[in-house]
C-alpha cells in the first residue's frame, strides 16, 4: 500500500506544479508584479524539471504495470509447465488437483486484490481461466493413465471450462479474457479430432466471436477468429498434425468444403449488421478482404487437390454464394468495398469453374463472354473498381488466347463483339458509374478493333480476307449511322486503310487473280462511295457536330 501511496503522492504533486505554472503565465498576460510572480513560483521552482518527472512516471509505470502483466505470464507459463510433467510413481489425479488447488488460490488473490490492485486482480483471473483449462486438460491427455479415460467426456469437460470462461469474459467485458478463451476453445477442437466435431465447434465459435465483436464493438477480435477457424479447418484437412503427427489430405466428408462457406457467411454478418454510424473503415475493409480470401483460398485448393473431378459444380456453388453477398451488402447499404470484394471472389470462381468444364482453348471463348456479365454486374453496383479490374482482366484473358492458340477460330470473333458491347453498355449506363474519362471505353473499342482483323485473318480463306475487313468497316458505319457516334467512323477509316495495306501487300502477292480482283473492286467501289458520302455531307449547311453525337 505505500509504494502505491508513494506514486499518488507523486502524480498529485505534479500535476500542482504545471497547474501553478500555468497561473504564473496568466499573471504575467494580466501585468501582476514580478514579485507576485516570483512567489508564486517560489515552491514549483524547486520542483524537478518535466523530462525528469517523465521518466519518474514512466518508471512508476514499467515498475508497478508492465512487470506485473510479465510476472503473471511467466507464473502462468511456470504452473502450466509443472502440469505438464510426466509425475511417474504418483497417482495420475495429482497434477490436476495440485492444478485447481493452485487455481484456487489465484482466484482468492483476484478476488482480494479486487479493489487495492484492480489491474493485478484482472491479470491473475487471466491466469487462473487457463490453468483450469490445463489442469482439466491432464485429466485425459499427457498421461499414460488418464484419470478420465473416454476421450468424449475429457473434451465435454475442455468445453465447459472454455464457455464459462467465455461468461465471465463477458461478464467483465475484457477483449484480452475473450481472446484467450477462443484460442483455448479452438485448442479443444484439434484434441477433439474428430470431423463432424471439428467443423460443428469451429461454426459454434464463428458465431461466439460475432457474437462478442458485435455487442462490445471488439471489432478486431474479429480478425482473430477468422485466423483461427480456416487455420483449425485447414489443420484438420492436413490429418490435424498437431494431434497425429502424420501429414496426409483427407477427402472424407467431402461436404467439409461447404462449411468455409458457412464461417464466411457468419463473419460477413458481423460487418453486415455492424451499428449504424459506423461507415466502411479500413478495419471494416481488412477483415472482408480477409474472410473472403481465407474462404475462398483454402476452398480452392481442397476442391482442387482432392476433388478435381467435382470443381465445376463446386466452384460455381461458391460463386453463386459470394455474388449473393455482393448483392446482400448493395442492396442493404450500397456498400461500396464489400460489394467489390465479395462480387470479385465470386467472379473468381465463376472463372474456375468455366476453366474446369470447358476444354482448352474453348474456356477462353467463355471468360470473354464472362467479362460482359460482369460489366452488367459493375454497372448495377455502380462500382468503378470492378470495372477497372473487369477492364485488365479481359486484356490478361485476350493476350493469353492469342500467345497460347496454336489455330484461332471464327469463335475467336467473340472477343471483339464483347468490347464492343462492353464499351456500349457502358456508354449506355455511364450516369450510374459517374466515369469522366471515356479511357475505359476507348480501350474496349481499340480492342475490338484489334481482334475482328485478327480473328478473320486467321479463320477466313485467304481470298476472303479483305472482303471481309471491307464488311467490318461498313459494320462500324453503320454503327455510327444508328447511335450517331463518331468513333465508330473512326474504326471504319482505320479498318479500310489496314485493308488497302492488306490488298497492296499480300493481296498482290499471295491471292489467287480472281480473289485480287475482286478485293481491289469491292475495295475500290467501297472507297469511293464513302468519299462520296464525306463529300455530300461537307457540302451541307451544317457541317458541325449533330447534338445526337454530341450526347455520344
Excluded at 509443472?82 to 483476484?110: F, K, Q
Excluded at 479430432?193 to 457474437?211: D, E, G, K, S, W
Amino acid at each position: 500500500m505505500s509504494s502505491q501511496q508513494n506514486g499518488d503522492n507523486r502524480y498529485l504533486h505534479t500535476r500542482l506544479a504545471r497547474i501553478e505554472r500555468r497561473l504564473q503565465r496568466l499573471e504575467e498576460q494580466m501585468g501582476l508584479s514580478s514579485a507576485q510572480g516570483e512567489e508564486a513560483m517560489e515552491e514549483p521552482s524547486a520542483l524537478p524539471p518535466d523530462d525528469a518527472r517523465d521518466q519518474d512516471a514512466l518508471e512508476y509505470k514499467i515498475g508497478s504495470y508492465w512487470l506485473a502483466k510479465i510476472g503473471i505470464v511467466v507464473l502462468a507459463f511456470g504452473i502450466v509447465f509443472l502440469l505438464t510433467l510426466p509425475y511417474e510413481g504418483l497417482p495420475s489425479y495429482l497434477p490436476s488437483l495440485s492444478g485447481y488447488v493452485i487455481t484456487g488460490i489465484i482466484l482468492a488473490l483476484s478476488h482480494y486484490w479486487r479493489h487495492s490492485f484492480s489491474f493485478m486482480s484482472r491479470y491473475l483471473l487471466g491466469c487462473a481461466l487457463v490453468l483450469i483449462y490445463f489442469a482439466t486438460l491432464r485429466l485425459h491427455f499427457l498421461s499414460e493413465n488418464p484419470v478420465i479415460g473416454n476421450m468424449g467426456v475429457a473434451v465435454t469437460l475442455l468445453l465447459l471450462v472454455v464457455f464459462i470462461n467465455l461468461y465471465i469474459s463477458q461478464k467483465r467485458q475484457s477483449v484480452y479474457l475473450t481472446s484467450v478463451s477462443l484460442i483455448l476453445g479452438y485448442c479443444t477442437v484439434i484434441l477433439a479430432n474428430n470431423a463432424y466435431a471439428t467443423f460443428m465447434l469451429i461454426t459454434l465459435f464463428t458465431l461466439v466471436t460475432v457474437y462478442m465483436s458485435h455487442r462490445f464493438q471488439w471489432r478486431h477480435l474479429l480478425f482473430l477468429g477468422i485466423f483461427l477457424s480456416y487455420f483449425t479447418h485447414l489443420n484438420w484437412y492436413l490429418n490435424n498434425p498437431f494431434h497425429t503427427s502424420q501429414l496426409q489430405l483427407l477427402s472424407e466428408p467431402a461436404f467439409n468444403v461447404f462449411f468455409l462457406l458457412l464461417y464466411a457467411f457468419i463473419f460477413s454478418l458481423a460487418n453486415y449488421f455492424r451499428k449504424k454510424g459506423i461507415a466502411e473503415d479500413e478495419l471494416l475493409i481488412e477483415t472482408t478482404i480477409l474472410n473472403g480470401l481465407c474462404a475462398f483460398t483454402l476452398f480452392f485448393f481442397i476442391t482442387l487437390l482432392t476433388f478435381r473431378g467435382s470443381l465445376f459444380i463446386n466452384h460455381l456453388i461458391a460463386a453463386l454464394f459470394f455474388l449473393t453477398l455482393a448483392t446482400a451488402f448493395w442492396i442493404r447499404e450500397k456498400s461500396k468495398y464489400s460489394t467489390f470484394v465479395y462480387a470479385t471472389i465470386g467472379f473468381m470462381a465463376l472463372s474456375v469453374s468455366i476453366i474446369s468444364h470447358f476444354p482448352y482453348p474453348a474456356f477462353f471463348i467463355y471468360l470473354c463472354w464472362q467479362s460482359l456479365l460482369v460489366v452488367v454486374a459493375a454497372i448495377w453496383f455502380r462500382s468503378k473498381i470492378i470495372i477497372v479490374a473487369n477492364l485488365v482482366i479481359y486484356l490478361i484473358i485476350f493476350l493469353a488466347y492469342i500467345l497460347s492458340v496454336r489455330e484461332v477460330s471464327a469463335v475467336s470473333i467473340s472477343f471483339g463483339i464483347v468490347a464492343l458491347l462492353s464499351a456500349r453498355i457502358m456508354n449506355w449506363q455511364k450516369h450510374r458509374l459517374e466515369i469522366k474519362t471515356e479511357f475505359m471505353r476507348n480501350t474496349y473499342l481499340a480492342s475490338a478493333f484489334i481482334v475482328f482483323p485478327y480473328a478473320l485473318y486467321h479463320s477466313v480463306p485467304t481470298g476472303y480476307v479483305g472482303l471481309s475487313w471491307v464488311a467490318v468497316a461498313i459494320f462500324y458505319y453503320a454503327l455510327s449511322l444508328i447511335l450517331h457516334n463518331k468513333k465508330y467512323r473512326w474504326m471504319a477509316l482505320f479498318t479500310l486503310m489496314l485493308t488497302v495495306l492488306f490488298v497492296f501487300i499480300i493481296g498482290i502477292a499471295r491471292l489467287e487473280p480472281v480473289y485480287r480482283m475482286a478485293s481491289f473492286i469491292v475495295l475500290g467501289t467501297v472507297l469511293l462511295a464513302i468519299s462520296l458520302f464525306y463529300t455530300k455531307r461537307n457540302t451541307k449547311p451544317s457541317t458541325h457536330v449533330s447534338e445526337g453525337e454530341k450526347k455520344k
